[in-house]
Every structure is written in C-alpha cells, then in structure tokens.
C-alpha cells in the first residue's frame, strides 16, 4: 500500500521542533535576544508556521516550558509517614534546580515574562503552578491527618511560606541556595504548622 | 554684590528634575516605552546631561526610586514592646503599599531591571534593601530580648519568611494582598519563631 503523508503527525513534529529550538536558544542567547527568526531557523520551519501557532516570542518560550513539564501533570509528592523528612527531600530537590546554572537563563526569562504579563501570568497558575500546588496540598493534607500538621492551617499559606523565600532568594540573588536553608526553611514553616 | 551663577546648585536641580521625571514617566508609559529622550524632555535638559551621569535607563529609574527613599535610611521599625502588634502594624502597610495601583507600574519596572540585572540587584541590596532589613532585624533582636522570639532564630530567614509571600504574591499575581493576609502571615511565622 502507498504511504500517505500525515498531516496531523508532520504538524506535531514542526511544534515539537519549534519549542525545542526556542528552550535551546533562550538557554543560549537569553530571551533579550531571541527572536522569533532564529526559532523559526533552528527548528526549519517558516515564520509564518510559527504565528499561526503563538502570538508572541513570549507565548513560545511558556510553552516550551510547559512542554518540558508536562510529563510531571499529576504528580505525587513522597509520602514516607514523615512529612519533615519527605518536604526536606522536596525542597532540597527544589533549590538544587533553581542553583542549577543550567535552569538559570530560561527560567528567568519565564519569569520576567510572567511578571509582565498577567495573561501569561494566569495561564501559567491555570496549567503549572495549580496543578503541582495541588499535589503539594494533597501532601500536607496526608500530614494533617497523621495529626503532624495542625487541623486548621492554611495550605496556602504554607505553600507560600515554603517556596517564596526560595523563589526569592533565587529571583533577586540574596543568599546561597544549599541544602542547609532547605532544611532551615522546612523546620520553620513546620513549627509555624505545628497542631 | 553681584550675584554669581552656582554650577553645583543648578547640577543638583537638573538631577532632581530628571529623577521625578523618571519616576512619572515610568509610572505614565511603562518601563518598556520609556526613554532617555522622553525623560530628557520632561526634565528640560538635554540627553547627555542624563548620560553624563547614569550608563543606562535602567540606572536612572533605579535611582529615581533611591531617591524616593532616602530620608528613610536609619528608619527604625515600631518598638511598643509587644512584637505581634508591631509586626501586624508594620505588615499591614507593606501589603497596602504592594496593593496600592500608583506603586504598581514603577515598582513591577524596577524589578524587572533587578531580576535582568546582577549589578543592579547588587546595588539595590547594598543601598536600599540592606539598610531596611537591618532596621527590620533590630526590631526583631528586640523581641529576642525580651523573650518573645527564641534567642537562636535565624533572623535573615525569619525577614524572608515575612516578606518573601508577599512580594510572591505581588509578583506573580497569585492572591489577595489584604489586611488579614499581613496579620495571618505574621502569626505564621511569629509560631515558627517563638522561643
């Protein structure tokens, strides 16, 4: 039988390339620098190709960061018993990526994007960070219910207690990012959420 | 007697004029369609008096925010003796002020230079952050004193566990920054301080 060419599939392969053109080149060159021209080259497709999909250099970088977590949709935190040791390995996890020069330039680069932009900004608590809260949450409320966590405390809160500072530290450089104020932070924010 | 133009008095008109202009225009047009060409008009000098003393745009905005807050370098927090109240009093403004529209634009810009910029950010922990964050951990070495936060709490963490969820919160557009807010947050970590 004669193989028919696949639209759907040629289609999905071009969006793939492109998103991955655009992580490699905000990685190398920074988002100041990246323009839609150099996506389009580096995945060999046509300008065109691109705008018929996203409406700015900023959607396309969101999205191929999107693309990277999508596999981690749905996601459970370790759940050992002991919710200290489990958020220790969680946040130590957590800082070592933002210290990870690798993450550094693309990372900030989404960030300076969703500070500016609360559309950005709303789709990106809508698919990321609202989902990998939940999760999160689901954790804490195992830890409640093992009566580690008080009853009443507020999971947002908590969340907030435990991953601006990182965020910030990271975002503005004022501090190192070890696994010591990993620590430091989960004994806190614990005996903040103490029953 | 003759009056004799002063240079260093008419200098520091023309540094004062180009500093509010910055400030207005940035809060006027956005950081993104400001210029030195705007900025120079606003403030009737020409651009190279402007580039005579700042490298950039982002220089003269940053300092134009400097400016602002320089009769508050050496301000000392509340000290009624009672550390909740005082923090809730202290937490309560910095909410107001983070909610407040008219800081919105010009405070979003200065941090988008400080996110994209090492040097900057260095500068604005040397002159700014860093003389506020010591007024802010007198106040809590206060309370160690009298016994109201343990004497071995890491006070640099105990300030990021406070103001790192609001400026989050803030940043990303991700809650409400409300009165109750500010007070929740200092119970929080007022537990996770306490002796």
């Not at 580690?148 to 507020?154: G, H, R």
């Given at each position: 039988m004669h193989k028919k060419p696949d639209p759907a599939r040629r289609s999905e392969r071009s969006r793939q390339a492109i998103l991955q053109a655009a992580r490699e080149l905000v990685t190398e060159v920074g988002y100041a620098k990246l323009s839609i021209e150099a996506i389009a080259a580096r995945a060999g497709v046509g300008k065109q190709t691109i705008y018929r999909w996203w409406r700015s250099k900023g959607a396309v970088v969101f999205d191929s960061f999107l693309a990277l977590s999508e596999d981690t949709q749905g996601m459970a935190l370790p759940d050992t018993g002991d919710i200290e040791a489990d958020l220790k390995t969680v946040m130590r996890a957590t800082v070592a990526e933002f210290a990870d020069p690798a993450f550094e330039a693309p990372i900030r680069a989404l960030n300076m994007e969703i500070v500016a932009d609360p559309e950005l900004a709303a789709q990106y608590r809508d698919k990321l960070a609202g989902p990998v809260d939940e999760a999160k949450k689901e954790r804490l409320r195992s830890a409640q219910r093992a009566g580690?966590?008080?009853?009443?405390?507020?999971l947002d809160l908590a969340l907030e207690l435990l991953y601006a500072p990182v965020y910030q530290r990271w975002l503005l450089r004022t501090g190192p990012l070890t696994p010591e104020y990993a620590d430091a932070l989960v004994d806190a924010v614990l005996r903040a959420l103490r029953p």
């Open positions: 580690q966590i008080a009853e009443d405390a507020d």
